[in-house]
């Protein structure tokens, strides 16, 4: 396995949910700016005369002021919503923003597989309750390397941590009834999954679900 190359961190690295707000309000100042200077040029030539360089200069200090006005009063108003949400959000009682695993993604994406799990797996020595990652781990183990043993192995501890919510919980068995039925080739181990869905979240639809597949996993294998 090759040493994975340095990772330049991105703008949403650096600035989280916040950095699609910069851009879009930096992309309206570039646009108010690019209307501003079409304007004033056409309003410059169109009496026919060739407008001075002072008055290029002109045209071009108004635009970028203009510009840069809408991008920063736009940046302004969407940090002030930004903190808004977060006090009713984050400092109520949900979530903060979360990692999104830039690097790791990027190493997926230039086909540095090995690379991008080894970068998992060492996220997840050093944080036992971390859900996100396992899954993504689990996942690129399973699609990517047919290691659907370490795959079960992540999904596993994703039922088991504390922290997690019942939308992973639901996940990580869902995903388990698949490896099980599917290249695991253990329905007896689905269905005790199965069974535990069942149980943890009795009168759901989740619930429900999950006894029409334990039905017809016990048609198909029965004892």
Do not use: C
Not at 73 to 79: D, E, M, S, V, Y
Not at 144 to 157: D, I, M, Y
Not at 195 to 207: K, S
Request: hydrophobic share 45%; aromatic share 8%.
């Amino acid at each position: 396995m090759g040493e994975p190359t340095e990772y330049k961190k991105t703008l949403f690295d650096r600035h989280g949910a916040a950095a699609a707000d910069i851009l879009r309000a930096w992309g309206y100042g570039l646009m108010v700016f690019g209307v501003t200077m079409g304007a004033i040029s056409f309003a410059m030539t169109a009496g026919g005369a060739s407008p001075t360089l002072t008055q290029w200069l002109e045209a071009l200090g108004i635009s970028a002021l203009l510009g840069a006005a809408t991008g920063g009063f736009g940046l302004l108003i969407a940090r002030g919503a930004g903190n808004g949400w977060k006090h009713v959000m984050v400092d109520g009682s949900t979530t903060p923003y979360e990692e999104q695993y830039s690097r790791e993604q990027s190493l997926v994406m230039r086909g540095q597989i090995d690379d991008a799990l080894a970068s998992f797996e060492a996220i997840l020595q050093g944080n036992p309750g971390a859900v996100r990652p396992r899954v993504r781990a689990a996942e690129l183990y399973a699609r990517e390397k047919g290691n659907h043993v370490r795959a079960a192995q992540l999904l596993t501890e994703v039922q088991h941590i504390e922290a997690a919510g019942t939308g992973d919980f639901v996940y990580a068995t869902h995903r388990l009834v698949d490896l099980y039925t599917g290249p695991l080739n253990e329905p007896g181990r689905a269905m005790v999954e199965l069974r535990r869905l069942i149980e943890r979240l009795p009168g759901t639809p989740a619930a429900d679900q999950a006894r029409e597949a334990l039905a017809t996993l016990k048609a198909r294998h029965p004892v």
